[in-house]
T-cell receptor
Framework: GAVVSQHPSWVICKSGTSVKIECRSLDFQATTMFWYRQFPKQSLMLMATSNEGSKATYEQGVEKDKFLINHASLTLSTLTVTSAHPEDSSFYIC??????????????FGQGTRLTVV | QQQVKQSPQSLIVQKGGISIINCAYENTAFDYFPWYQQFPGKGPALLIAIRPDVSEKKEGRFTISFNKSAKQFSLHIMDSQPGDSATYFCAAFYGNNRLAFGKGNQVVVIP
């Protein structure tokens, strides 16, 4: 299957600072990437859809000014948590879709980033 | 609201036994149904997936059974091993490659 790499795997930052998380599709081009947030023992919650070369589409209730998404190339999307606060502490996961002719599109996920804001 | 309902919430299985997780959906626009396995602190990994025109798909010890008329599908893990202990999510694809996830099921396989 396709490989999606996410970095860093964990980060601790001080309240008020910003943190950037990178998501790369290593062996395929992804025009669309998705960013999720996951709380302990819960399912994945879609935050936004990242489109290469255009603005991201945010889900209802997600602050676009707090969670800045940039998809500057076909293999890289970044999520920046701006002015982070303890309530932003969570597990963030990116995903890219991979399509091959004649087969269904599959979703592949990064390893996730554990963000802790202190 | 796009939704996939998953049950049971947690499952404890003896090594060598069969783990069965069930999912149900309402939206007929769902057109592809993957299962993901997630270990603590890791992202979900694609396990197996099925199209709605197929009633069963088997890959190794993992089998999906799909009942289109009942809008239900299930994951069977045969000969469960301690290494299978993880959280399993069923999901469904709909419009523009979006995914609806179930709430997840924690499977614990005891030796």
């Amino acid at each position: 299957g396709a490989v999606v790499s996410q970095h860093p795997s964990w980060v601790i930052c001080k309240s008020g600072t910003s943190v950037k998380i990178e998501c790369r599709s290593l062996d395929f081009q992804a025009t669309t990437m998705f960013w999720y947030r996951q709380f302990p023992k819960q399912s994945l919650m879609l935050m936004a859809t990242s489109n290469e070369g255009s603005k991201a589409t945010y889900e209802q209730g997600v602050e676009k000014d707090k969670f800045l998404i940039n998809h500057a190339s076909l293999t890289l999307s970044t999520l920046t948590v701006t002015s982070a606060h303890p309530e932003d502490s969570s597990f963030y996961i990116c995903s890219a879709r991979w399509s091959t002719p004649g087969r269904n599109t599959e979703a592949f996920f990064g390893q996730g980033t554990r963000l802790t804001v202190v | 609201q796009q939704q996939v309902k998953q049950s049971p919430q947690s499952l404890i299985v003896q090594k060598g036994g069969i783990s069965i997780i069930n999912c149900a959906y309402e939206n007929t626009a769902f057109d592809y149904f993957p299962w993901y396995q997630q270990f603590p602190g890791k992202g979900p990994a694609l396990l197996i997936a099925i199209r709605p025109d197929v009633s069963e798909k088997k890959e190794g010890r993992f089998t999906i059974s799909f009942n289109k008329s009942a809008k239900q599908f299930s994951l069977h893990i045969m000969d469960s091993q301690p290494g299978d202990s993880a959280t399993y999510f069923c999901a469904a694809f709909y419009g523009n490659n979006r995914l609806a996830f179930g709430k997840g099921n924690q499977v614990v396989v005891i030796p």
